[in-house]
């Protein structure tokens, strides 16, 4: 096959940040992608539906002249949200979901829940409501390993309050283990996962192997080669309780390549052309559309875009920047290790 038409994809995880990177990285998703989902880990972060609000205006002020894009606004949960406040966005139609970050899980995430009992109030009420919340399932209590942070999450946080509340809707954000893979597919209803774009290509010898490579380093981190086959099983199989999610998350180079450097891949700009990859080598390029433009809005509710792109297989590889320059500064982008021969387009 050498040319491939789908809908529309979507991105069910991004991080556009604010301002000078905003305004540097949006174009990137715009161009390939018709929705996102917005992290809202900013600094402050985006707490409540007036906060989400103020930054959706920035995101489509910052979009290039003629993109159609639409962002998917998501709230930061914290111990003092107010259920009120979570249930008027929801009814207003601008907050899609509410975000769980544990206290100190990855960037920006030092104000997020350090005690579930005290958000309980919230989820109980989203529960009721019908909104869905994304969790980042990690513990970050120090005597766990970094590698097995997802599987204790797993076992002590998300099966426990799922039992508690079971018409709660969960999304499994970034899933990178089989642990978290076997879990989804064990859930009866009301869990999904996305899958980023990067946990699918690279393990945890990308970043260590030879010297620290920094601009492989993310949270939750990549893992052993047997949970990114575990992945790469569940995103090309078409069930539909896999997505995408890049968590595609933009850091200046400085910050990145330092004594204690920011996690986070930038994915946008080539994503597509990685995943076409991916799913040509393991024989399912057949259920790209699924994984990029399917999945997703049906687990959220939202209709498929109408909207096709083509991709198109070229003889020689396609080049990507190695980097990107932004008003913030330089962000490095992904680097698959591998040539790429699959470009959108249309």
């Known amino acids: ?60 002020a910052a979009l290039p002249k003629g993109d159609r894009f639409e962002p998917l606004m998501t709230l930061y949960l914290t111990e003092h949200t107010s259920p009120d406040d979570v249930e008027d966005g929801r009814k207003s139609g601008l907050i899609t979901a509410v975000k769980l970050y544990p206290a100190g899980a990855t ?19 989203m529960a009721k409501i019908g909104l869905p919340l994304c969790v980042h399932g990690e513990v970050t209590t120090p005597e766990v390993d970094i590698f097995d ?52 290509i690279i393990n945890r010898n990308a970043i260590l192997v030879g010297g620290i490579k920094p601009h ?21 199989s078409g069930d539909a309780r896999f997505f995408l999610g890049t968590d595609s998350a933009p850091h200046v180079d400085p910050l990145k390549e330092c004594a204690c450097g920011c996690a986070g891949i930038y994915t946008s700009i080539n994503t597509m052309s990685c995943l076409a990859h991916v799913f040509e080598e393991d024989g399912a390029l057949d259920r790209l559309e699924a994984f990029t433009s399917l999945n997703g809005p049906a687990w959220y509710g939202l209709p498929a875009n109408e909207e096709k792109i083509t991709l198109r297989r070229h003889a020689d590889a396609v080049s990507f920047p190695a980097r990107i320059e932004t008003g913030a500064g330089p962000v490095t982008v992904f680097d698959p290790m591998f040539p790429l021969h699959w470009c959108v387009e249309g």
């Open 1 to 60: 096959m050498t040319e491939l038409t789908i809908r529309r994809p979507d991105d069910w995880h991004l991080h556009l940040r604010d301002g000078a990177m905003l305004e540097g990285v949006i174009g990137d998703t715009s161009r390939h992608f018709a929705r996102a989902i917005i992290m809202p880990n900013l600094v402050p972060p985006v707490v409540t539906t007036a906060d989400a609000r103020a930054y959706r205006e920035r995101i489509m």
């Open 107 to 125: 960037t920006n995430s030092h104000g997020g829940v350090r005690d579930i009992e005290k958000a309980m109030p919230v989820l109980e009420r």
């Open 149 to 200: 942070r997802e599987a204790v999450f797993i076992d002590t946080v998300l099966d426990p309050l799922r039992k508690r509340l079971p018409e709660l809707k969960v999304t499994m954000e970034h899933v990178t283990t089989a642990d978290g893979v076997d879990y989804i597919k064990s859930a009866g209803s009301n869990l999904a996962g996305s899958i980023t774009t990067h946990h699918l």
């Open 216 to 236: 492989y380093y993310c949270l939750p981190v990549a893992k052993r080669e047997n949970h990114r086959l575990a992945l790469r099983a569940a995103a090309t």
